[in-house]
């Protein structure tokens, strides 16, 4: 028996009934032979950590942009975050830890320079739209590996693609808008919780709020401190979901972290000095697509691509969302800002 097939009947053993197996997963989008070692959601996640796109991650904002501070967020710090609150919560209801990871490793691949603001400008200019979800998954399936994509998983792709909706979309339930697996609900799950904790005490570091700012009866409920507060929501989600085909969470617990994402949105993303570099970043965006678009010639050159795979608009939205904060600067400087001649 290869050691792959005996991880795969281990987990037949001590994984939930309602977790998703390895050798039951639904496949490729085109098959190839199994790995002698690997289980088949372990292959995507080692696929993911290796590409280009997930080390690029490292300098892209997180909420500060460009941040040269050392403490700060980037999106890389914030996937490993994400990452980690997953595999807990995986891990004590007992479902399978490596599509668990894939997913948090591989769900904002698709991300643009500048946070938000980035997702922003692309879906202003590019006519089809831009999501980072969407773009996320398009990473997988089409550009990272040299344009080959990572033929990954069906269930780790969709887990992916239905990791968030945006602003407003809740993050527990079920329907067409959630990923069937448990798996990767439990990352939509965890990157609510990783970003309302770690975009806090960002903001608080930062200066833009104070401690006395954040509403006494969210520290009441969810705890004074950042990690008192993720373990009352992880506790929480663990000890409501055992042995049960949905995740939930208490009423309490619930409320309280939608009362904390909104009021997040209202003081930090909505902060002034926040909106004042999140306006910059978008200029930055909008003018290098339109500068690329009306340029072809030299968005060849600068992307190096030989030639177009796609239309003109989709290259220049896929180049752009590729790149990192200081990448886009530099390409930015380079088209629009004046060389001084020495």
């Not at 609150?85 to 490793?105: P, W």
């Not at 590019?126 to 994509?149: I, K, M, T, Y």
């Not at 069937?180 to 975009?199: C, F, K, M, P, W």
């Not at 009352?232 to 617990?253: A, F, G, H, R």
């Amino acid at each position: 028996m290869l050691i792959r097939e005996k991880l795969e009947k281990l987990e037949h053993q001590i994984l939930s009934p309602y977790a998703c197996f390895s050798d039951q997963s639904r496949g490729r989008q085109k098959p190839e032979q199994e790995c002698d070692i690997r289980p088949c959601f372990q292959r995507d996640r080692d696929r993911i950590i290796h590409s280009k796109p997930f080390r690029r991650l490292k300098h892209k904002t997180q909420v500060f942009l460009a941040p040269t501070g050392d403490h700060y967020r980037t999106r890389l710090t914030h996937t490993i975050e994400v990452n980690q609150i997953a595999r807990t919560i995986a891990r004590a209801l007992f479902l399978n830890e490596h599509l668990t990871e894939a997913i948090a490793l591989g769900h904002d691949l698709g991300h643009t320079p500048f946070g938000h603001a980035g997702e922003y400008a692309l879906n202003q200019v590019h006519s089809p739209g831009f999501r980072h979800w969407e773009q996320s998954l398009r990473v997988v399936e089409v550009l990272a590996n040299d344009g080959a994509g990572l033929n990954l998983t069906s269930e780790v792709r969709e887990g992916i693609l239905k990791h968030s909706k945006g602003k407003d979309s809740p993050f527990l339930g079920s329907g067409e808008d959630f990923p069937s697996t448990l798996e990767g609900r439990v990352v939509r799950v965890a990157d609510i919780i990783a970003y309302v904790n770690h975009d806090l005490e960002d903001a608080l570091r930062a200066g833009l709020i104070s401690k006395e700012d954040i509403p006494k009866e969210l520290i009441k409920t969810l705890g004074e401190t950042h990690s008192q507060r993720i373990n009352t929501m992880v506790s929480d989600l663990i000890y409501s979901s055992q042995d049960q085909p949905q995740l939930t969470m208490s009423e309490e617990i619930f409320q309280a972290i939608n009362r904390l994402r909104e009021w997040l949105f209202e003081k930090v993303y909505e902060h002034p000095e926040i909106r004042r570099e999140f306006n910059k970043g978008v200029k930055i965006v909008q003018d290098l697509y339109e500068y690329f678009v009306n340029h072809p010639e030299h968005f060849l050159e600068i992307s190096q691509k030989k030639g177009l795979k796609f239309s003109l608009e989709q290259e220049v939205c896929d180049f752009i969302a590729g790149m990192s904060d200081r990448y886009a600067l530099y390409i930015y400087q380079q088209i629009f800002i004046p060389t001084s001649w020495l």
